[in-house]
């Protein structure tokens, strides 16, 4: 705990921040990725840093807003018995330049008063693009505690994309930028502490960036927030990303690393905590270097159970793909008259329940996809997939619904799938009945929904990762395919008492 003396700018810093807010708009705030740290959660992160050997401690902050992180981290210092601070920040927003002057007085204030030197260099400047690690005669830093702006830029022609593209490449959004630079500031065993979206962990788009990371630095604790709203300070709802605190120490060798996890910020240091070894978390097997969250020991367990899989999903044989219809683009092909001969049944999520994928030409959602020129680009060969949707809201219970597509459903020789739903199969051959419903019961099982979980953050659910995942052997599917093609109510109880003694799953399976 901070003793009394160093609360007392705590208000006065929290009050500089929202004083910033209130006076700019949601829209121009947008822009920039301005989406502040609330003061709990700014002392979490600096109660994470572990007391810096250095004689004068050097803190690094990128997008400092008004300055918060920067005052819990100098403050944690001051705490710790670092007397001498020196803290280099930029800041992209002039707007935001003279509260964070101010900010920062306080702090010099406070350091003076428990006879410390706190000292600072503002840079309203691009961080990205300034790459202060290129400059030979600036020391590196002992800590970064960041919360970097966040927004989606284009690979091909953003100046972020070149900026970067000797530590990695490959990057879809800027707060992975942001973490890459900072990276490449610190010194050996320098501390990196970053809020950030979760999506860096897993999928395609931040590969290279995570490669990167991984092998810069140790990831040694990582903080999961189960709830995702109420982590900023934002009065924009839309802020619904699932986020994570994570802990990078520079050089280090990956030994185990800790998970807290807590619902949301008002329970934070109260958080449920773990610690596994590396192995268990990042999935090394691949070059994609996963990174899984278990949120508790009962997911954990799920992670080991996963070790014994014989293959992943591609090694076992199945693609998966991405449906090929994208209605918006293939609009002259679509047409609600259904049942008519020049046209397919065209599935849309709807259609995908579990363990059956149904088109019966009588739903108001239900269209066809017509055999006009040019449809091969679209439909696939009629045959037997599952279907898995690719999308699930974010209060649904479950991530994964799958279901089965008959060939015999449909006398037809084509089929259309929409994008909004990935289709299944065997890459070499074609997938029978039995085969398919141990598939559609495998991902409709609560197991491999706790699984996908701990992979993604993400109410999507990419091919990538799937692809990815470690997988039963066939002989597993079909044995579990036999029971499943005859079971009359599809609930997930039914199913996982298919799925679970196939898998050796004992316990009945705890709701999160
Ligand atoms: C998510 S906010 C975090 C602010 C502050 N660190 C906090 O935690 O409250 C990100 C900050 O980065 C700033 N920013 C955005 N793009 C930037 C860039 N390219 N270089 C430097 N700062 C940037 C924004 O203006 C914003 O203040």
Known sequence: MYQQSLIEPKDDIAGLQSAFLNKKTLN???????????????????????????????????????????????????????????????????????????????????????????????????????????????????????????????????????????????????????????????????????????????????????????????????????????????????????NIICRFIKGKPQEAITVRSSDSDININNANQQQYSAKLIIDSSNEQRIIRIPESAYEANILRQVEVFPTTFSGAGYFISTGRVVEHRT???????????????????????????????????????MLNKGHEKHTIKNATYVLLKRFSSKDEQRRLVAGVHLEDAHDCKFIGFGNKTNYMGLSEELLTKVEAYGLAAIFNSSFMDQYFRCISGNTQVNATEIRVMKFPSREQVKEIGQQAQNLKTTTTSNIDRIVNPVFGVLSTIQKR
Request: with cysteine; net charge positive; charged share 25%.
């Open 28 to 242: 121009a705030r947008k822009v920039l990725g301005q989406f502040f740290t609330r003061s709990v959660i700014s002392d979490y992160m600096a109660s994470l840093i572990e007391k810096p050997k250095s004689r004068t401690v050097r803190i690094l902050d990128a997008g400092a807003g008004t300055g918060i992180l920067t005052a819990s981290s100098a403050l944690r210092c001051l705490e710790l018995g670092c007397k001498t601070v020196h803290a280099v920040l930029y800041e992209l927003d002039n707007e935001a330049i003279p509260h964070l002057e101010q900010t920062l007085k306080i702090i010099e204030n406070t350091f003076s008063r428990q006879y410390g030197i706190f000292t600072y260099d503002i840079y309203c400047e691009d961080f990205v693009l300034a790459r202060p690690d290129k400059d030979e005669n600036r020391p590196s830093f002992d800590l970064s505690v960041i919360n970097p702006p966040y927004f989606k830029y284009r690979l091909k022609d953003s100046p972020y994309a070149k900026a970067v593209a000797d530590l990695y490449q490959g990057d879809p959004n800027i707060y992975a930028s942001f973490m890459a630079v900072v990276m490449a500031c610190m010194k050996e065993h320098g501390q990196m502490l970053t809020i950030t979206p979760r999506s860096f962990t897993n999928g395609l788009y931040f590969k290279k960036f995570r490669s990167y990371l991984l092998t810069e630095a140790a990831l040694d604790l990582i903080h999961i927030f189960k709830h995702r709203d109420k982590v900023f300070k934002s009065d924009d709802s839309t802020v619904l990303q699932e």
């Open 331 to 369: 609009r002259q092909y679509i047409t609600e008259e259904t049942n008519t001969s020049h046209s397919v049944p065209l599935y849309r999520p709807h259609n995908v329940t579990s363990l059956t994928a149904l088109w019966t030409g009588k739903h108001k959602k239900e269209v066809s996809f």
